[in-house]
């Protein structure tokens, strides 16, 4: 399999792990949501702009697993996860708000479900290598080695 066929491979497995991931993230921040008494708005254009992001956030690391080393790629992935806490937290704060007058349970539940959706930021790098393996990007043992960076 030629690199760009692994590579188009590996773009297409961060799209379907961005997307996946990104669909059960935007459900925890829906009951995060509620269970935190706040409002109950929804919007496309916010769940598309979230599910937008972690498959973006996914596309240099899962393109890097098809052409770069493993190293390479974990650091991508990882840097792609890390890159989604910055808006998760702004998301976060912003939908639900203050605790004050929640109560014991609502506290808790908004503490697990909110985990859960940060959960999906460390799941996420995994299931889209796992994904890229799957598709084919991952080149396989004996193949054609990728050139190193500066290699005549």
Do not use: H, N, Q
Not at 8 to 33: H, S
Not at 107 to 124: D, E, I, K, R, S
Request: one cysteine or more.
């Amino acid at each position: 399999m030629s690199t760009l066929t692994r590579s188009a491979a590996a773009a297409a497995a961060a799209i379907v792990a961005g997307v996946a991931v990104g669909v059960l993230a935007r459900i925890l921040m829906r009951l995060t949501t509620v269970a935190a008494a706040g409002d109950a708005g929804f919007s496309w254009s916010g769940s598309a702009g979230i599910v937008t992001l972690y498959v973006v956030a996914m596309i240099p690391g899962a393109v890097a697993v098809a052409v770069a080393r493993r190293g390479v790629a974990v650091a991508l992935l990882t840097a792609g996860s890390i890159f989604l806490c910055v808006p998760a937290v702004g998301v976060a704060s912003e939908e639900i708000g203050d605790l004050g007058d929640l109560g014991t349970v609502g506290t808790v539940a908004v503490a697990v479900l909110g985990g859960a959706v940060f959960a999906t930021l460390v799941v996420l790098p995994v299931v889209t290598f796992r994904f890229a393996r799957r598709f084919g990007a991952v080149p396989r043992p004996g193949a054609t080695p990728v050139a190193r960076v500066g290699a005549p």
